[in-house]
């Protein structure tokens, strides 16, 4: 009984120590500033942590100010929500510890209308590359106006938009570009990166002789996004399951590039899952008659929450306890005594467990070794004559 105890409490240390160790969290603070295009504050938004029934207001100053657990092993994620609408988040963001100063860009729809009203122009700055090179001497033009600006050497330009009119970039032998003012102001990192292609490689094929491929494969792709998304973890927080579908362009060197959702699932699970795809390493680019060609791609994300694990039944307990006390009692034994085996798994009948109390087991005294137990020897056969003449003479065999 002693040694049942025994193995009992190192089994239940050693599941906690894991326990412990997969749980490890710290506390954080964040403090994650909300403004519109325009700068202005964006007052009274709501925050939700997947997980959390706790809501977070925004202030005057449009800061969410609040600690939340972090741990290395999983990421949770903040959703934002207007306050007119507490069902569908409009931005997500992970939280981990580069999001503890955080400035987000968010304009609702009467932000929209009236910066368009107003006419208001913004200074935004981009900077136009094609295929990894600067491209210089590009005209950039908001459309239906006669602000106009050129790309430097480092392909790099300044220019006054606004929300009513688009802007229109023109170089000699690429593709027009026209683009909107948001991504500008909305990008806080430095210029806007605007990607321009040669005229006449702008066709997007859907099937091409050799289909553009992940490094390393299939296989390589779903392990990364296990690995960047946790979408079992992603499942688990926030009680949804399913696949999302997202489509890509593959370009000719491998940059994927306008990815969007071709089959939505959830808000915060296909934010996450375009996030991951955005960030991708480059592909191998398709090919097309031994050319490099741009080509669609579309990837199933899927969402399943883990599989619990399968409670051990009182006979496997029984079972484990019993093979553990047998090898307590072999290890004891002289050496000549383990020559002869002891009881096999299929010989040991499993004691009946009651259910008034089935977390208690008495394991049968036969089966027991004990470790100051004297082994005999066994009986050395005697030689066939020596039995026979003992038998003739009435002594019978001993």
Request: with cysteine.
């Amino acid at each position: 009984m002693k040694r049942f105890v025994f193995f009992l409490s190192v089994l239940a240390l050693t599941l906690a120590g894991k326990l412990t160790a997969s749980g490890q969290t710290q506390k954080q603070t964040f403090n994650i500033c909300v403004l519109n295009t325009a700068g202005e504050p964006q007052v009274g938004m709501i925050l939700k942590v997947n997980g959390f029934g706790k809501e977070y207001i925004s202030d005057e100053q449009g800061v969410f100010s609040f600690e939340q657990d972090i741990s290395k092993n999983y990421v949770r994620t903040a959703n934002f929500y207007f306050p007119t609408d507490k069902t569908k988040p409009v931005k997500s963001l992970p939280l981990d510890e580069a999001a503890a100063d955080t400035l987000l860009y968010i304009d609702r729809p009467e932000d929209l209308a009236r910066f368009k009203q107003s006419g208001r122009t913004f200074s935004v700055q981009g900077k136009l590359l094609s295929y990894g090179k600067p491209v210089a001497g590009a005209e950039i033009q908001i459309q239906g106006t006669g602000r106009k600006a050129t790309s430097n050497q480092m392909g790099e330009f300044t220019i006054d938009a606004d929300y009513s009119h688009l802007i229109v970039i023109r170089a000699n032998g690429m593709e027009n570009r026209y683009l909107e003012i948001q991504p500008f102001l909305t990008h806080t990192d430095g210029p806007y990166t605007i990607m321009m292609r040669p005229k006449g490689s702008g066709r997007i094929y859907s099937t091409v002789e050799q289909m553009p491929e992940y490094p390393g494969g299939m296989k390589a792709f779903f392990n990364y996004i296990d690995r960047k998304l946790r979408p079992a973890q992603l499942a688990e927080e926030t009680g949804v399951e399913g696949v999302t579908v997202i489509q890509f362009v593959v370009e000719k060197d491998g940059e994927v590039t306008l990815p969007s959702i071709v089959r939505p699932l959830d808000a915060r699970l296909d934010t996450a899952a375009l996030q991951v795809i955005e960030t991708m390493p480059r592909w191998i680019a398709g090919k097309d008659n031994g050319v490099k060609v741009r080509c669609k791609y579309s990837v199933p994300i899927r969402f399943k929450k883990p599989a619990p694990a399968a409670p051990l039944s009182p006979e496997d307990s029984v079972r484990m306890v019993l093979q553990a006390q047998r090898e307590d009692s072999i290890s004891k034994l002289p050496p000549r005594a383990v020559r002869t085996p002891l009881v096999s798994k299929s010989e040991i009948p499993l004691p009946e467990l009651s259910t008034a109390d089935s977390t208690r087991f008495k394991i049968p005294e036969q089966y027991l070794v004990k470790s100051d137990a004297s082994v005999r020897p066994e009986p050395k056969k005697r030689n066939f004559i020596v039995r026979f003449f003992r038998w003739l003479f009435g002594k019978g065999n001993d």
